[in-house]
């Protein structure tokens, strides 16, 4: 589901936007760059004995952001942050060694590509989810049997909000999605609930909580819905089987002390199932028009996902003009599924030289079909099989110096590192339709997928015609999307 992987996030609004140095983007003459085998070594043990327990509370960092930021003034009101976090940093590891915690997370990853494609394909043929099999539940909406996946089941890139929910407002984890649009939560009585951090939300506590009509806008917005006494019921599927049934409502949101959003549109879910874990609910960030980013009109959202196995953290934020750096391109959109975030991508490049690849590989058509999409959820960028082969071939050809080794998992081109500390690569960048382009950082593409040196090249094959940028090759990259005006930015080391 759109939930995996590894990274929480803890929101901690402000009415000010952060203060980042500017750093310029390497040059796309540059052909090779280093590797440091012996930090990304390090880094995959240390999140394996890593223990939230010796961090300060999450709410007190929250707090003291918030303290910090009140000295500060800044035009824009509308402006806030939230605090993004490796999952590892909130929920210590059941993994004994990194090579199990790698395959758990590229096993989720290929759970919540299919999901993608799966919903992506359903849009593009006019099947409507209420077509499908329905599940069997208290409730008996009608059932969507695999749109979107987001959280802690499956995608890679996992990131959890601290948000406020209802009047007086209590405090929930939440994932953050971009490949989703319904926000929902688990909420009392429950009849069947996975585990929470947080206690299970309770209506009857809350002044601002209003079942929606079935006739209203927001009912009506839903891919699967139902009606019951004239309310509204919601029904979310994801690609694992799991799902979340319940009334679909509007509550108040808060952003720590700093503010707080009225009447947003969210599912109060009593019966949740599944592989979900840790998390009260989701936020979609989506281009749909139930996502928070629609229902809050914002004009523009950015994140910077840091290094899922470095424990720090960093920052999404709402209304902030991209760094001045930035290598923008186009957003695009599909006609056919306003949820995914489409780029303007012409091609790649490896060692500073242009990969043969047709750029009609990366384009999307009018009838919907192509395309490449940036997505917060998936960790392993996607490309079709003739752009990946292209890609790999090139990158195979500049690092005969490197001794290989056998494949893992998805990763059909690995090194063994072992005896090195550090290694030159070939660099590799995003081609952009407008001239532009992004260097990626080494460990962003050859990564560790055990703890004693095996490394492999973090991209991937797909048969489907949507290709995706994931979040490992985001990862220290502040990804801006200007909704307002169709762009979208990238701006290296804003972590």
């Known amino acids: 589901m759109a939930f995996n992987p590894f990274i929480f996030v803890v929101l901690t609004v402000s009415l000010f936007p952060s203060i980042t140095l500017s750093r310029t983007l390497l040059s796309e003459t540059t052909t090779h760059t280093d590797l440091d085998v012996s930090a990304s070594l390090q880094r995959a043990q240390a999140v394996l004995n890593f223990d939230p327990q010796t961090l300060q509370p999450l709410d007190q960092q929250q707090q003291q952001l918030e303290e910090e930021v009140q000295t500060l003034t800044y035009p824009n009101a509308s402006y806030f942050s939230v605090q993004l976090h490796p999952r590892e940093k909130l929920f210590k590891t059941s993994h004994k060694d990194y090579k199990t915690l790698v395959l758990s997370r590229l096993e989720r990853d290929t759970a919540r590509v299919n999901s993608l494609t799966t919903k992506l394909q359903l849009a593009l043929h006019g099947v409507k989810k209420s077509d499908l099999q329905p599940l069997e539940t208290e409730l008996q909406p009608e059932d969507l049997s695999t749109p979107i996946v987001s959280g802690v089941s499956q995608g890679s890139g996992e990131y959890f909000s601290r948000i406020g929910v209802g009047k007086p407002s209590k405090p929930f984890y939440m994932v953050l999605d971009t490949g989703s649009d319904v926000n929902w939560l688990q909420c009392q009585p429950c009849s069947d609930c996975y585990q929470q951090s947080d206690p299970i939300f309770n209506p009857s506590d809350s002044v601002s909580y209003n079942p929606l009509s079935c006739t209203s806008s927001q009912c009506s917005s839903l891919d699967v819905s139902a009606c019951r006494s004239n309310k509204c019921l919601y029904q979310v599927s994801y690609g694992d089987g799991s799902f979340t049934v319940g009334d679909f409502v509007t509550e108040t949101l808060s952003f720590g002390n700093s503010g707080s959003i009225n009447t947003v549109a969210l599912g109060c879910g009593h019966d949740n199932e599944g592989l979900f874990v840790g998390a009260a609910g989701l936020l979609g960030l989506g281009g749909g028009p139930l996502s928070l980013t629609s229902q809050t009109k914002a004009s523009s959202f950015s994140y910077c996902l840091v290094d899922r196995d470095s424990g720090r953290s960093s920052t999404l934020e709402f209304n902030s003009a991209p760094p001045p750096d930035s290598v923008t391109t186009s957003l695009l959109k599909n006609s056919k599924l306003d949820t995914f975030y489409y780029v303007g991508l012409a091609g790649m490049s490896v060692g500073g030289r242009a990969v043969s690849i047709p750029t009609s590989l990366f384009q999307l058509d009018a009838s919907g079909n192509g395309g490449i999409i940036v997505d917060s959820g998936t960790a392993i960028t996607r ?113």
């Open 383 to 495: 490309l079709q099989t003739q752009a990946y082969n292209a890609l790999r071939d090139a990158f195979v050809k500049l690092t005969q110096h490197l001794p290989s080794t056998s494949g893992v998992a998805l990763f059909d081109t690995c090194y063994d590192l072992s005896s090195q500390t550090s290694v030159k690569v070939p660099t590799v960048s995003f081609q952009f339709s407008d001239g532009k382009s992004l260097q990626l950082p080494a460990k962003n593409y050859l990564i560790p997928v055990d703890s004693s040196g095996t490394f492999c090249f973090a991209f991937a094959p797909t048969t489907s015609s949507l290709s995706i940028v994931g979040n490992v090759q985001q990862q220290g990259t502040r990804v801006s999307f200007d909704l307002a005006n169709s762009k979208v930015a990238f701006s290296s080391n804003k972590c």
